[in-house]
């Protein structure tokens, strides 16, 4: 099924037929589109016309509400410019049955609000139309199919002025017919046989066109045209001239479209996010979520780092309890501190158990980084991102280094930073000093690093 949606809210779409009969909705040939002013004066303009013809048909709405000609024109104003360029305005009428099916899907409990109608078109009498049978049915025999269409013509046309397209469409199929021989009266029965027009109307929605087609298609019905709008509070106004069911009857399919409807509904149908086909067996109601997505786990801890992958570079630094040093996990330039074995008991494997929970929860610009760390015993090691701009105190005290006040600023900021997001996290570092404030090579960032990673 082919479908074109325009850029005016939903738009009026073309929809082709299972068969691929389908017409071709396009009221620009009768009506262009024009700009935004002209829209609005055309829109201006269909509005007085239908008005006129409700009043001078005494139409009970038109003269039973003061405010019927405000309601009407918001009505109109609701619903894109598109709506007023392609209703009839032969059948003002249908107007009024758009504007009650509009108000009825207010109350959610009517929702999906769904109208079935009969539909009849018949090939235009027009004289182009004319003579384009004048090589199949001449004088008499031409005169009398003419006037036979127009008796079999019982019931009202679509609502839309595109129905000019399934004139032609039926006009072109019957040409087809009396050249292969079947009699007037056989082409006549044929395609004035009435179609069915049926109109929904609900709260908008994303894929609500598609869902809608899907319906149709369940139920057998081939879209012979489709125009669908969005007002401008929410709502939609979606229009299908089908063919396809058997019976010249409305309730039976009405009660069947209901029907499927709800059974759809049961499986999420017209919900915000829908899955796919393939996985609507599946869906899973709400109340029945968890209260988190489960991730798959292969037991490994991830944070585990094999000390075989490990390459030991230069000695920074060495301290009382471990010592420090540069080099590589995987590519990536790493400080690794290791725990001297000599030195390690239970209370300092309790110690670096704890440092390791605190410092893989750890997320922070202005906190070193946190890659992981070696468990098993004697190589107990953590490993972190390597600052290669040293200690603020091997800068200031070593290198006789000195801070300009925007690079001081600098690192004062980011030093209280990274503390405040310590505290919220209910981390007090109880060490900060210029030896665990680490820099990059620009000097520029200076970031908050746990006590212990720094030889004491």
């Known amino acids: 099924m082919a479908m074109d949606d325009s850029a005016d809210s939903c738009g009026s779409s073309r ?25 609005q004066r055309y829109k201006l303009d269909v509005y007085n016309e239908v008005l006129r013809r409700l009043k001078d048909s005494r139409h009970p709405d038109a003269l039973s509400s003061p405010s019927f000609d405000d309601d009407l024109w918001s009505h109109f104003n609701r619903l894109p410019a598109r709506y007023a360029i392609d209703v009839n305005v032969d059948r003002a009428e249908d107007v009024l049955t758009h504007k009650r099916l509009l108000e009825l899907a207010h109350d959610p409990a009517n929702r999906p609000v769904v109208a079935v109608r009969l539909v009849q078109v018949s090939p235009l009498c027009d004289g182009n139309h004319v003579d384009s049978f004048d090589s199949n049915m001449q004088g008499e025999d031409g005169d009398h199919y003419l006037s036979q ?13 595109s129905s000019p397209n399934l004139e032609s469409l039926a006009l072109e199929a019957s040409k087809v017919h009396v050249q292969d021989g079947d009699s007037v009266a ?19 929605k994303p894929k609500l066109l598609s869902q809608l087609t899907s319906l149709l298609a ?37 009660s069947v479209l209901l029907k499927n409807i709800q059974k759809i509904e049961k499986q999420a149908w017209l919900k915000p996010c829908q899955l796919s086909p393939k996985m609507e067996n599946e869906q899973i109601s709400e109340e029945a979520l968890p ?19 490990l390459k030991f570079e230069t000695k920074v630094a060495s301290g009382s309890y471990g010592d420090l040093y540069r080099g590589t996990y995987c590519s990536q330039e790493v400080a690794i501190k290791v725990l001297k074995p000599d030195r390690v008991n239970v209370d300092m494997q309790r110690e670096f158990a704890q440092e390791v929970y605190i410092m893989r929860k750890v997320r922070h610009r202005n906190v070193v980084q946190f890659i992981g760390a070696c468990t098993r015993p004697p190589s107990l090691c953590i490993v972190t991102e390597f600052m290669s701009g040293g200690s603020v105190y091997d800068f200031l005290h070593k290198q006789r280094g000195v801070f300009k006040l925007p690079a001081l600023l600098r690192v004062a900021i980011d030093i209280s930073k990274g503390m405040n997001y310590l505290h919220q996290n209910n981390i007090i570092h109880r060490d900060l000093k210029a030896a665990n404030l680490l820099m990059d090579e620009n000097e520029a960032n200076c970031q908050g690093w746990r006590f212990w990673c720094c030889p004491c």
């Open 291 to 309: 209260a988190h997505v489960h991730i798959p786990t292969d037991g490994t801890d991830v944070w585990e780092i094999d000390f075989r992958l």
């Open 15 to 39: 929809a082709a037929s299972a068969s691929g009969t389908a017409s071709v909705a396009d009221s620009s040939s009768t009506n262009p589109r024009v700009g935004g002013k002209m829209q």
């Open 149 to 161: 269409l127009a008796k079999q013509s019982i019931h009202p046309p679509p609502a839309f002025g």
């Open 186 to 204: 056989d082409t006549i029965q044929h395609f004035t046989r009435p179609m069915h027009e049926i109109t929904f109307s609900t709260d908008d």
């Open 218 to 254: 369940e139920v057998g019905l081939n879209i012979q045209e489709a125009h669908a709008f969005s007002t401008n509070d929410g709502y939609s106004l979606d229009v299908f001239v089908v063919d396809g069911w058997p019976y010249e009857e409305t309730e039976q399919l009405r």
